[in-house]
């Protein structure tokens, strides 16, 4: 018998939101195959996302609304694991120094790291709209790079923004990607964050990613950074031996979360 404790309710909605982004039509049988729950459960789970406005009711399933997709996937991405970020934000956080400058990507990562950054008196620079909130709430001093608006990550890129980048040399640079594997290096799938954070890896002293286990292994469409371009990997789960060996010969510190 299938077993409807296998998620608790609001994580089975995420999980069924983030398929919806995905796949666009989310059909109720395929979802109880794959959660191990009764149809019914899915379906009402699907009509009370119905009813908070996310999702359209088809026959035999629901849709995501398009008025809503970017708001949601921004939203599911900043939920997704929420601790690792954290710890990786600590970790970060360690290699500031008073008296710095650091730059922040948008990724929800950095997000996390913009938040502890009143812990020490650096300047900051920052590309998107959430990362400039949490740092006029801290009172962090900060410079907004602007340039066209890219709704997804709430972020700014274009050519306004790479050339103001290109005048800018912080101390630190913090990025993270959807993913990274040696032969690829850090990789993400919207090419206009691509270009954004190329130019911001380009415009450090220092340079690190923050990068959760869950990005390790997958590849996106594009490169941001390769070995050559970064000083610091911090991620919150020990690397296999291989990839550890190989990151250290290409002289870069490996930092793992506590």
Not at 102 to 131: E, F, G, H, K, N
Request: proline share 5%.
């Amino acid at each position: 018998m299938p077993n409807d404790n296998v998620a608790p309710l609001p994580g089975r909605q995420q999980d069924i939101l983030r398929r919806a982004l995905t796949d666009k039509v989310v059909r109720i049988k395929d979802l109880a195959a794959e959660f191990g729950v009764h149809e019914m459960t899915v379906r009402r789970d699907i009509d009370a996302l119905c009813e908070g406005g996310k999702l359209l009711r088809v026959h035999g399933g629901a849709q995501l609304l398009d008025k809503t997709s970017e708001e949601l996937s921004q939203s599911l991405r900043a939920a997704q694991n929420v601790d690792a970020k954290e710890r990786i934000a600590r970790a970060a956080l360690s290699l500031i120094q008073d008296g710095d400058t650091v730059a922040l990507d948008a990724s929800t990562t950095s997000l996390a790291l913009a938040r502890l950054l009143p812990a020490r008196r650096v300047q900051a620079i920052a590309c998107s709209l959430d990362a400039a909130n949490v740092l006029a709430a801290g009172g962090v001093p900060f410079l907004m790079v602007g340039g066209n608006f890219h709704v997804p990550a709430r972020s700014f890129v274009g050519a306004f923004f790479t050339d103001a980048v290109q005048r800018l040399h912080p101390d630190l640079v913090f990025f993270s990607a959807k993913g990274y594997t040696p032969e690829t290096g850090f990789t993400d799938p919207h090419l206009p964050e691509v270009g954004a954070k190329q130019a911001l890896v380009r415009s450090g002293s220092s340079v690190v990613a923050l990068l959760d286990h869950s990005k390790v292994g997958r590849r996106a469409l594009a490169t941001i950074a390769t070995h050559a371009d970064i000083n610091t990997l911090i991620t919150d789960h020990p690397l296999t031996p291989d990839l550890h060996s190989r990151l250290e010969h290409d002289d870069i510190q490996v930092i793992v979360a506590p």
